[in-house]
């Protein structure tokens, strides 16, 4: 069934909701993990796209070559698989609805009959060892269409045959590409449902025909979250059936808006948290943040994506190899998808050599599934820790400025002893080190030092929640009202320049769940009694986390010291497999931790469950303090 006015959105929302007696209580146990494992994304995927590098001037040649490059230089080996078409491939829709390409440019696309096929092009990635992903829109027309109206490559003909993204169209769109094409992946952007309103010059103009906005990305209040969200979810049915084996990945492309940061984790494999990245380290800066605070987030099957790498141009060029390694460290570090922008039949080694980094890859790729947490938070500087699957820990030194700066590294970041020896391994050279307690380090204007770490644990028989985050997933984090978050840098961007009155708070998710902090960054804190280890959230929250056969979970709950609501008391509730295991008595805030201990052999999934009646949950966070699992 295709969805083909915002009426119709509008109708199937109320019908769904029609059909339930009742809403479901978010806070209610499930057992049963409710993040996205659809698709094929255990890992963050690996590749190349075309738009950093030809953006809509993409050919077959183009595509072809860099896929070779990919091949042998060694990198497909390494994990880079996916070989995506950006925008730039449309001719036009037919009468009939069936989408045809710009045989000009792709000239395997030719067929007898006229009506195009790009089953020749993914059938030879295919025979490469490669993967084959396409690009499209979740409304009528695209960002080029909006943005760039005078790009070579754009959607010829008349009006209606300019729409060509995926609007009223999903399920023919989405058959045609996965189920006779063979793509693999599929990048969804959404300027078809932002930039196409009555007021647009292009509308006025007559060269596309209005479409209300239910997307924008200077307020969230304006977005109509249930409706994108929805159209999302009819995408992904339809990949379903076209794609029956799950060999498939979803990305959603909307720029962090919407609050997309708190529920695509539910429905597709990555997730832009952020507006476009640009060849800038200031713009690095501010997708990267989008990202970094958001380790809860990201699970395996779904992944925070901060943009594409822009390695290979401007401030991470040759030319900026300490900008173009700490780009790469970075977003390995994160879980992000590490997909390259350059052109690769030009790039430097030097560049190469950065892709093609086997331990910083296997750091992005880990079975575990953790996005690293912050350990330490400053505008000038950073520590990210990242718990792998064999127990190691990778650490990431981030000098966010322009001028050279002394750091400490300390057990406690890592949470290992500081009575033994702590092992590490630099990623970049290879080299080995060793240090007890601490260890200072002198890091370059914009450096990333990154090793991987070994040795005692602090907490010797099992993990701290907070250490894995990619088994902890807020089902219900307690946000009644999406607002933006004012700790994202805010950089001058280029297409607007310093135009305007500059770049204000634009990305949801203030107030998110968070590891080893509260939901508005402060350390946790109950009762005066700091914890360095810890699930931070808000009031009226679930979490759940699954269980890989640990037999006891131990946990000191409060409200934080940092709510500005004394009056309203919280009950602490631990489920397991959907029974109930443990519950504390109501706490206000002041009052100290209390200490729970349960046992959970042979749970799978626990849920935990904050619940405060009458309370405006931002006002009341909430802490599960020294949150562990133990053997």
Same mark, same amino acid.
């Given at each position: ?536 959230? =808000? *009031? ?5 986390? %699954?269980? $890989?056969?640990?037999?006891? /979970? #131990? &946990?000191? +709950? ?22 109930? =295991? *443990? ?5 206000? %805030?002041? $009052?100290?931790?209390?200490? /729970? #201990? &349960?046992? +959970? ?31």
């Amino acid at each position: 069934m295709a969805i083909k006015t915002l009426a119709g959105i509008s109708a199937l929302l109320l019908a769904s909701a029609s059909v339930q007696a009742a809403p479901r209580d978010p806070l209610a146990p499930t057992g049963r993990w409710s993040a996205n494992t659809d698709g094929r994304a255990a890992t963050p995927p690996m590749g190349w796209n075309s738009w950093n590098a030809f953006a809509t001037d993409v050919d077959e040649e183009k595509v072809l070559a860099s896929a070779q490059k990919i091949v042998d230089t060694g990198l497909a080996a390494k994990g880079y698989r996916y070989v995506n078409l950006d925008e730039g491939w449309w001719d036009h829709r037919r009468t009939d609805g069936r989408m045809l390409v710009r045989a000009d440019k792709f000239p395997s696309a030719r067929t007898a009959d006229g009506a195009t096929s790009f089953k020749p092009f993914t059938d030879r990635l295919h025979a490469m060892g490669l993967k084959a992903g396409i690009y499209t829109d979740l409304g009528r027309n695209t960002c080029a269409q909006a943005y760039g109206p005078n790009e070579p490559n754009l959607p010829r003909g008349s009006v209606p045959e300019r729409e060509v993204g995926l609007y009223g169209h999903i399920d023919q769109d989405i058959a045609l590409y996965f189920g006779a094409w063979g793509f693999d992946y599929i990048k969804i952007d959404g300027c078809g449902l932002r930039a196409y309103g009555e007021d647009s010059p292009l509308v006025r103009a007559g060269r596309y025909r209005p479409l209300a906005p239910i997307l924008d990305l200077d307020s969230v209040n304006r977005s109509n979250i249930p409706a994108v969200r929805a159209m999302f979810a009819q995408v992904k049915a339809a990949l379903v059936r076209a794609d029956p084996d799950q060999d498939y990945l979803l990305s959603l492309c909307i720029w962090g808006s919407a609050d997309v940061r708190s529920w695509a984790k539910d429905v597709g494999n990555i997730s832009r948290t952020s507006d476009d990245i640009t060849p800038h380290w200031t713009r690095l800066l501010t997708n990267f943040d989008t990202a970094a605070r958001r380790p809860l987030y990201a699970h395996p099957g779904s992944w925070n994506d901060p943009d594409m790498l822009f390695i290979g141009k401007g401030e991470f060029d040759a030319d900026h190899l300490t900008e173009a390694r700490s780009h790469f460290a970075l977003w390995a570090m994160v879980s992000a998808p590490l997909l390259i922008g350059a052109d690769l039949r030009t790039t430097p080694q030097a560049l190469m050599d950065i892709f093609g980094n086997a331990a910083l890859i296997s750091v992005d790729q880990d079975p575990a599934g953790n996005q690293a947490v912050l350990a330490y938070d400053s505008d000038d500087f950073q520590i990210l820790v990242k718990t792998l699957a064999d127990g190691d820990k990778a650490v990431a030194l981030f000098n966010r400025t322009a001028a050279p700066m002394e750091a400490i590294l300390t057990a406690q970041h890592l949470k290992l002893r500081d009575d033994a020896a702590i092992a590490l391994t630099d990623l970049w050279s290879g080299a080995s080190s060793s240090f007890r307690k601490e260890a200072k380090f002198k890091l370059a204007p914009h450096e990333t030092l990154v090793f991987r770490a070994r040795g005692p644990r602090l907490l010797t028989d099992g993990l701290y929640l907070s250490e894995m985050p990619g088994s902890v997933n807020p089902a219900a984090d307690g946000i009644t009202a999406p607002m933006a978050d004012p700790t994202i840098h805010r950089a001058v961007v280029s297409w607007s320049g310093t135009r305007g009155a500059g770049q204000r708070p634009l990305y949801a998710g203030w107030g998110g769940a968070q590891a080893d902090a509260t939901p508005y960054g402060r350390e946790l804190a109950v009762a005066g009694k700091h914890f360095t280890a810890g699930l931070g959230v =808000l *009031a009226n929250s679930r979490l759940e986390v %699954r269980n $890989a056969g640990y037999r006891q /979970l #131990s &946990v000191s +709950v409060g409200v934080d010291d940092s709510a500005t609501d004394a009056a309203h008391a919280v009950t602490f509730q631990i489920y397991g497999d959907r029974r109930l =295991l *443990a519950t504390a008595a109501p706490v206000r %805030r002041g $009052a100290p931790a209390k200490p /729970l #201990s &349960v046992n +959970v052999a042979g749970v799978k999934l626990v849920e935990l469950v904050a619940r405060s009646a009458g309370v405006v949950n931002e006002q009341l966070p909430i802490v599960w303090g020294d949150a562990a699992f133990h053997r």
